[in-house]
């Protein structure tokens, strides 16, 4: 069976990107997942706890061409 690469998998779910985002923090996360972590912890970067803009998800074309 083949690994998956960690740089492909979102870090909140461990589970392959369909809808990869960055935020201003520099980190890549599922766009569903990221979006319902700012409606019910607060608009923080979930590894680095520093506050970001929600309405700043940028498409990470280049993660989504790997998977």
Avoid: W
Avoid at 6 to 17: A, G, H, K, S, V
Avoid at 45 to 65: A, C, G, S, Y
């Amino acid at each position: 069976m083949l690994e998956v690469p960690d740089y492909l998998l979102c870090r909140i779910t461990d589970e392959l990107m369909d809808e990869p985002v960055i935020l201003e923090s520099g980190f890549t996360y599922e766009k569903e997942k990221i979006v319902e972590h700012f409606q019910y912890n607060g608009n923080f970067d979930p590894i680095t706890r520093e506050m970001v803009n929600p309405d700043v998800l940028i498409f990470n074309k280049h993660i989504k061409q790997a998977t």
